[in-house]
T-cell receptor, first 108, second 114 residues
Framework: QKEVEQNSGPLSVPEGAIASLNCTYS??????FFWYRQYSGKSPELIMSIYSNGDKEDGRFTAQLNKASQYVSLLIRDSQPSDSATYLCAVGANNLFFGTGTRLTVIP | DGGITQSPKYLFRKEGQNVTLSCEQN?????MYWYRQDPGQGLRLIYY???????QKGDIAEGYSVSREKKESFPLTVTSAQKNPTAFYLC?????????????FGDGTRLSIL
């Protein structure tokens, strides 16, 4: 069973702060890594993809991947109340495996 | 606009009844997926299909059935054998045959028991 682990939270940060979301995975053969944002009652929305070690930045979002440590993270800079959602980590090997998500609350 | 359309948005099932959830995509994606999400939990894979006329069971296929007669369509039937069907059902599609490509989701169908 391929496992993807996330801290369920809730994670609370003040507006304007950096939110750090973490994810570990068990399958060393994993090749692709994604972060999805899911607002309450809505479907997941892809926000970041990362395939190689290091950092990948897209606007206020930075994904970080460390394959040796089997660890992927998402940083959200200048957090806004609209970032309040559940963030799902997904890891791809022969199929895509999802973590249970971390609930983020940004406090105005 | 390109996307994934799920219908209906809300569905109610009576005891002993089979119900079918629709999923249509116009993204020209080869692969399609069905997930179930229970409150406060992650996504669990029900069935997936990487090519027309072929599909595979996911982690929780019991009580469900699918078909893939057209590339654009991947309907899910929740049979009466599924004793706890109340959940949020999500359909997704993707370009790749392997898990190294992202999946994109429809808006979901909420199924409840009457």
């Amino acid at each position: 069973q391929k496992e993807v682990e996330q801290n369920s939270g809730p994670l609370s940060v003040p507006e304007g702060a950096i939110a750090s979301l973490n994810c570990t995975y068990s399958d060393r053969g994993s090749q692709s890594f994604f972060w999805y944002r899911q607002y309450s009652g809505k479907s997941p929305e892809l926000i970041m993809s990362i395939y190689s070690n290091g950092d990948k930045e897209d606007g206020r979002f930075t994904a970080q991947l460390n394959k040796a440590s089997q660890y992927v993270s998402l940083l959200i800079r200048d957090s806004q109340p609209s970032d309040s959602a559940t963030y799902l980590c997904a890891v791809g090997a022969n199929n895509l495996f999802f973590g249970t998500g971390t609930r983020l609350t940004v406090i105005p | 606009d390109g996307g994934i359309t799920q219908s209906p948005k809300y569905l109610f099932r009576k005891e002993g009844q089979n119900v079918t959830l629709s999923c249509e995509q116009n993204l020209n994606h080869d692969a399609m997926y069905w997930y179930r999400q229970d409150p406060g939990q992650g996504l669990r894979l029900i069935y997936y299909s990487q090519i027309v006329n072929d599909f595979q069971k996911g982690d929780i296929a019991e009580g469900y059935s699918v078909s893939r007669e057209k590339k654009e369509s991947f309907p899910l039937t929740v049979t009466s054998a599924q004793k706890n069907p109340t959940a949020f059902y999500l359909c997704a599609s993707g370009t790749g045959r392997e898990g190294n490509q992202p999946q994109h989701f429809g808006d979901g169908t909420r199924l409840s028991i009457l």
